[in-house]
T-cell receptor, first 111, second 115 residues
Framework: RKEVEQDPGPFNVPEGATVAFNCTYSNSASQSFFWYRQDCRKEPKLLMSVYSSGNEDGRFTAQLNRASQYISLLIRDSKLSDSATYLCVVNRPNQGGKLIFGQGTELSVKP | ETGVTQTPRHLVMGMTNKKSLKCEQHLGHNAMYWYKQSAKKPLELMFVYSLEERVENNSVPSRFSPECPNSSHLFLHLHTLQPEDSALYLC??????????????FGEGSRLTVL
């Protein structure tokens, strides 16, 4: 089983749609969770951290389910500029806390 | 403008060449990282330096040799590479290493092609 697993997509959605990405992780001891965004041929950038109680930043909502070892990202009212690859990132606490990246989920928002 | 700069942005080298990738961070961070990103694969952590000490060497072949002369600079020395080493090499920094790494700030990457 991969440490961090994501549906690679691509997800093709119209502007204004709501889209949800899922991510599962295998290490139950993981404590830190993030979503990064990577635009085509650019570097990854932090989109948002994921907190136990769930958190929201504008149109973006992140949820964590520790029992199921599952993280989600919900994007409401999709914009063309949301087109990118979304990377689920989890820490590996018993090996120096290094961050493990998922393969990424590609999103394409169409007019 | 990114706080982490990488040079060169593009590099083409033969299998017998020796070259180096350079990374510089202007963020006052204590930890620096090299990641490899190949097409359709997750980012792979290669090396971690925390306070200029190597704290992670992720079973990377010896043809890749990192160097961290100070907390702001990180190098990746390359020699006798293979075509399968062609990839995007990303440098990153964070304010702290260890179990609570925090946010990673990435450079724009060095795209390497090995002929």
């Amino acid at each position: 089983r991969k440490e961090v697993e994501q549906d690679p997509g691509p997800f093709n959605v119209p502007e204004g749609a709501t889209v949800a990405f899922n991510c599962t992780y295998s290490n139950s001891a993981s404590q830190s969770f993030f979503w990064y965004r990577q635009d085509c041929r650019k570097e990854p950038k932090l989109l948002m951290s994921v907190y136990s109680s769930g958190n929201e930043d504008g149109r973006f909502t992140a949820q964590l389910n520790r029992a199921s070892q599952y993280i989600s990202l919900l994007i409401r009212d999709s914009k063309l500029s949301d087109s990118a690859t979304y990377l689920c990132v989890v820490n590996r606490p018993n090996q120096g806390g290094k961050l493990i990246f998922g393969q990424g989920t590609e999103l394409s928002v169409k007019p | 403008e990114t706080g982490v700069t990488q040079t060169p942005r593009h590099l083409v080298m033969g299998m017998t060449n020796k070259k180096s990738l350079k990374c510089e961070q202007h963020l006052g961070h204590n930890a620096m990282y090299w990641y490899k990103q190949s097409a359709k694969k997750p980012l792979e952590l290669m090396f971690v330096y925390s306070l200029e000490e190597r704290v992670e060497n992720n079973s990377v072949p010896s043809r890749f040799s990192p160097e961290c002369p100070n907390s702001s600079h990180l190098f990746l020395h390359l020699h006798t590479l293979q075509p399968e080493d062609s990839a995007l090499y990303l440098c990153a920094s964070s304010s702290r290493g260890g179990p609570d790494t925090g946010e990673l700030f990435f450079g724009e990457g060095s795209r390497l092609t090995v002929l």
